[in-house]
């Protein structure tokens, strides 16, 4: 998928991949596991920091996973929130894979994954169908409303970002769990065009080429 660069004025917000974890540097799929930030992703907290640290932000919510919560608040102590509560959501979770979560994402396990994703009304055991995770998405919503008229930042997860890309590029092309638009601790604002179609523009840690799973 290609991302337009940016030819319009003010986002209507924010979506923000949460920093990396020692699943990520180590290429296994995260899913609901609490995986904590690792020493690379506690640094991309600074970059995060600085990005927001010339923003006007309105509010920020986030995953309830700590890594997410732990890079939202690097957001928030960036100082420019109007709203000073941190939000929370349990509705900005990933899909939830299940037992998924800690494997490494080889061809194997990728091809495993790929049936879920190919009958999206059938369920992961122990875990959700991708048409049960798609129906929490409450991205547009928050992005929708924005507080005191400012943009909103949202910290969430990779199948969450490249959910909102296949609709607001409208096409399908972007899987959950196997694509990314931008690397861990990766911003992505989001505009509105003069056609009224949502925009992403990849604004820090944009994935340049896809990494193909290591074979089983």
């Known amino acids: 998928m290609e991302f337009m660069a940016n030819p319009w004025q003010s986002p209507l917000g924010y979506i923000v991949r949460h920093g990396e974890t020692g699943a990520n540097a180590d290429n296994c799929f995260r899913g609901w596991i609490n995986w904590p930030l690792n020493e690379n992703g506690l640094s991309s907290c600074d970059a995060i920091a600085n990005f927001f640290s010339y923003e006007r932000i309105g509010r920020v919510v986030s995953s309830d996973l700590d890594r997410a919560m732990a890079t939202a608040q690097a957001v928030m102590d960036a ?105 861990p601790g990766g911003i992505v604002a989001v505009y509105m065009d003069d056609q009224g179609k949502v925009r992403l523009v990849p604004r820090l840690g944009a994935i340049e080429a896809e990494v193909e799973p290591q074979a089983s």
């Open 79 to 183: 100082g420019g929130v109007a709203c000073p509560y941190l939000s929370p959501d349990f509705n900005l979770r990933p899909w939830n894979i299940a037992a998924f979560a800690g494997q490494e994402k080889t061809a194997k396990n990728q091809k495993r994954l790929q049936y879920y994703i190919d009958n999206p009304d059938e369920r992961i055991p122990d875990g959700e169908s991708l048409n049960e995770f798609r129906g929490r998405d409450v991205l547009m919503q928050y992005l929708s409303t924005p507080y005191e008229g400012l943009p909103t930042v949202i910290v969430t997860h990779t199948s969450n970002m490249t959910h909102l890309a296949s609709l607001a590029e409208d096409q399908n092309d972007m899987l959950p769990e196997t694509d990314d638009i931008v690397g």
